[in-house]
Structure formats: structure tokens, C-alpha cells
């Protein structure tokens, strides 16, 4: 079945520092990947997302970009800071069929930048 | 912006009662909804799939008679632990499908459900 693969955290870094999450994916054919987060006390909000390879996506300063050849969708972000602590999940989308609409969620990994 | 509602955020009930846990789409209708239950430190794992007017299909290993699934209406699904017991302590989540897609949803920030 489909799986998805996050780097275990928790990430600890200092405000400005430079941040890559990574993620990687086992899928049929070509899911759509997401990053969701999730800020403290509130729901998943969708961070950014792509549905082709090659395809980039970015959303307030954070880039991912689908890499069909390595199956991996990791996030980054140049300069963190301290509003981007929370959770991050990378998740996927089955192409089609039957299980399309089912998320499959990465494991999540804790962001905690400090000032 | 999409926005989904879940009451209650926290309840506490005894074991082997019961425990609804609504789920809103507020300013969309939503014809599918997903519940999602999560454990500390780990993913999302999906439970069941409810679509509006009709039955939920639920995930492998996720009993039906024990989470009870009602959509019925385009804006509410509920989700029903009966019989409550320790071990279904966990935070509950849902989400809504996109009114014309399902490549996009919009998610409920949880109910957190002890039972002692």
C-alpha cells in the first residue's frame, strides 16, 4: 500500500537558520503530495502542494519540489522563524481509483525555532 | 477560506459510555468527510470515509459497530465512540472534501477524547 516517510524530529533551530524536511513516498503511478501544518491548538492547514513531478510548490517562503526519480517531496525554507514552529506532515493523494481523496499522512515532524 | 468546525475540542467521559464528536463544514458543503484518529507522536491513520446520505466505509481494522458514523446533512457528519474505553483515548480529526474535488481538504482542529 502507499506509504509515506518523514525525518524523525524533533527540529530544534535558531531563528534565520535553514531548513529542510524530508519526505519520501511509496505510491502507484502519480500521487499528489501535500505538506500540511499544524500550528499549536489549531487544525492542519495545507502549506503547499504539487501533483506532477518536477512540479514545485511553495507557500510563504517554504519550496517542495516532486521528485518522481527519488520519490521524495522534501520542504525547505531559507531563513526560519519563530511563527514557524508547529508540526509539518508531508502527505499524499492516490492518482485515482478507489482510494482516491484517502490521505496518506507522513508521521510528522515537530519544528521549534528559538529567537 | 474553507473552514471546518469540530465540537467539542476536549471531553472527558467514563469508561463504557458513549461520545459524540461533531464534525462542520461551515461556509461549504461538503458531500465526503474523513475522520482521522491520532495517536501522540504519530500520524494521522484514517478511519472511515462518510459520504453524505449514505453509509460510511470504513478503514480495515476500524470497527463499524464501535465508531458510529452519521452524515446527514451536506454540512454535519458526526462520529459516535460507543461503549467507550481507555484504550480509544486519542485525538479525533476531520475533513472535508472540496465541493467539487476531493485533490484538496480542509480539516477540523480535533476533539481530544480521555476516557477514564
Known amino acids: 500500500g502507499d506509504s509515506v516517510t518523514q525525518m524523525e524530529g524533533p527540529v530544534t533551530l535558531s531563528e534565520e537558520a535553514f531548513l529542510t524536511i524530508n519526505c519520501t513516498y511509496t505510491?502507484?503511478?502519480?500521487?499528489?503530495l501535500f505538506w500540511y501544518v499544524q500550528y499549536p491548538g489549531e487544525g492542519l492547514q495545507l502549506l503547499l502542494k504539487a501533483t506532477k513531478a518536477d512540479d514545485k510548490g511553495s507557500n510563504k517562503g517554504f519550496e517542495a519540489t516532486y521528485r518522481k526519480e527519488t520519490t521524495s517531496f522534501h520542504l525547505e525554507k531559507g531563513s526560519v522563524q519563530v511563527s514557524d514552529s508547529a508540526v509539518y506532515f508531508c502527505a499524499l493523494n492516490p492518482e485515482g481509483g478507489t482510494s482516491y481523496g484517502k490521505l496518506t499522512f507522513g508521521q510528522g515532524t515537530i519544528l521549534t525555532v528559538h529567537p | 477560506g474553507a473552514v471546518v468546525s469540530q465540537h467539542p475540542s476536549r471531553v472527558i467521559c467514563k469508561s463504557g459510555t458513549s461520545v459524540k464528536i461533531e464534525c462542520r463544514s461551515l461556509d461549504f458543503q461538503a458531500t465526503t468527510m474523513f475522520w482521522y484518529r491520532q495517536f501522540p507522536k504519530q500520524s494521522l491513520m484514517l478511519m472511515a470515509t462518510s459520504n453524505e446520505g449514505s453509509k460510511a466505509t470504513y478503514e480495515q481494522g476500524v470497527e463499524k459497530d464501535k465508531f458510529l458514523i452519521n452524515h446527514a446533512s451536506l454540512t454535519l457528519s458526526t462520529l459516535t465512540v460507543t461503549s467507550a474505553h481507555p484504550e480509544d483515548s486519542s485525538f479525533y480529526i476531520c475533513?472535508?472534501?472540496?465541493?467539487?474535488?476531493?485533490?484538496?481538504?480542509?480539516f477540523g482542529p480535533g476533539t481530544r477524547l480521555t476516557v477514564t
Open positions: 505510491a502507484t503511478g502519480y500521487p499528489s
Open positions: 475533513s472535508a472534501g472540496g465541493q467539487t474535488s476531493l485533490y484538496e481538504q480542509y
